[in-house]
């Protein structure tokens, strides 16, 4: 165990003065600090645990027989239990099983060229002879959300439904603080996908496919008879809040990264070979799902000086460990040239998030038709970017003009 100190009084005082909103607007020079003086840290404001670096965050994924899959209240709110980012043993393999089989390269490879594509292609035409966009809205989200979409099973059901699911359940997941009233739009969208995903189980039940839903029905059950879809729903909430998330934020936050390096941009923009190492740091320069994972010790432990009760919630921050001085040189620096180094973008061991081969092939496409369409893009100077967020982060709005 380590033999780091305990934090200093000064160090405590300054987390007990921490709020939320610190967290989700600003959280890089928070953890920063973290990561050189408390890498395992309490937090008053979210009553939990995060933990910071690399070593740390790569231990507690790497343990499974100390470390369980994590919830927290505002998870259990929200997407209901048990669900896959807290499931372990034989309950997390059955819904793996059923996740799995879409977003594995030799089921996604056709779909490539199929679909995904030619989405981009038809969203890059709404935009051609506007001269401007707003492009997390009006085109990464929105790629991300029908090839994701399509990929789970969804292809029947319209971008605009898709993206209110995502930002419904976005908003419950946002309340940490757990507002009653914070809860209307995830309530509201998972009333939908329910009757959804029944209407849809009804055809099913006789016409299987290779969806999510499909897989979880019948895969391993006798003939004649399908499982209970409320075993699903808890892990479809997160399929369709994280799953429809990732591309579009991987998206943004590299081309946003690009932009801090106009010359990198011009790479990029020149030749699309260069587009697959442009997402890989994007990925690692601002982690979509930055801290949007946790674990619960199964009995107390120690970590990094740091004494942890049974039970208790630690949120692990890939979003840090991805910025971690001991691992990368300039950290906080996007550079298109960096040594290439496995980055914690999605996750690590046994609950690594199950679109990490699929996701960057969507941002691929949707950067490649990008470019190609509008070589001269770049930020509008009129309108400021903001970056937000600490469980899921990335550029809210990225105006653009060309």
């Known amino acids: 165990m380590s033999t780091q100190a305990q934090p200093t009084s000064d160090l405590e005082s300054w987390l007990g003065l921490l709020t939320v909103q610190d967290l989700e607007t600003d959280p890089d020079p928070i953890f920063a600090r973290l990561r050189a003086e408390a890498p395992v840290a309490f937090v008053p404001a979210i009553q939990a645990w995060i933990a ?26 929200v997407f209901g239990t048990p669900h896959v980012l807290g499931a372990e043993g034989a309950e997390h393999k059955q819904l793996r099983a ?6 594995k390269p030799r089921a996604f490879r056709a779909q490539l060229d199929a679909t995904v594509r030619p989405a981009a292609e038809a969203l890059v035409e709404k935009l051609r002879g506007q001269g401007r966009a707003e492009l997390m809205a009006d085109y990464f989200e929105p790629i991300s959300v029908r090839c994701v979409g399509d990929a789970l099973g969804f292809a029947a059901v319209d971008d605009d439904t898709l993206r209110r699911w995502f930002h419904g359940l976005a908003s419950g997941i946002a309340n940490i603080m757990m507002d009653p009233g914070g809860f209307a739009a995830a309530d509201a969208a998972k009333a939908e996908i329910r009757t959804v995903v029944e209407a849809m ?8 496919d290779d969806g999510v839903v499909s897989h979880w029905l019948h895969d391993g059950m006798p003939a004649g008879s399908v499982r209970s879809l409320d075993g ?23 081309f946003l990264g690009l932009t801090t390096r106009p010359e990198q941009l011009a790479r990029a923009v020149e030749d699309p070979a260069v587009i697959p190492r442009a997402l890989a740091e994007g990925l690692r320069w601002i982690a979509p799902i930055f801290s949007g994972t946790s674990r619960i010790p199964a009995a107390p432990v120690e970590l990094a000086g740091r004494s942890i009760g049974a039970g208790q919630t630690v949120w692990v921050s890939y979003g840090s460990a991805n910025r971690d001085e001991s691992q990368f040189t300039e950290p906080q620096v996007y550079d298109l040239d960096r040594a290439a180094q496995r980055h914690l973008g999605f996750g690590r061991g046994r609950h690594v998030c199950s679109g990490a081969a699929f996701a960057p092939q969507v941002a691929r496409i949707a950067l490649e038709e990008l470019f190609a369409a509008f070589p001269d893009v770049r930020l509008d100077p009129a309108h400021e970017v903001e ?16």
């Open 52 to 77: 910071t670096s690399w070593e740390v965050c790569s231990r507690i994924a790497d343990d499974a027989d100390t470390f369980l899959g994590g919830t927290s209240p505002v998870h259990e709110r």
């Open 387 to 402: 970056v937000w967020g600490w469980i899921f982060r990335g550029p809210r709005q990225l105006h653009v003009t060309w």
């Open 98 to 103: 059923a996740i799995d089989p879409a977003f």
């Open 232 to 254: 699903l729903y808890p892990s479809l909430h997160v399929l369709l809040l994280g799953g429809l998330q990732e591309p579009g934020h991987a998206c943004g936050s590299t």
């Open 201 to 208: 189980a009804a055809r099913l039940v006789d016409q299987p």
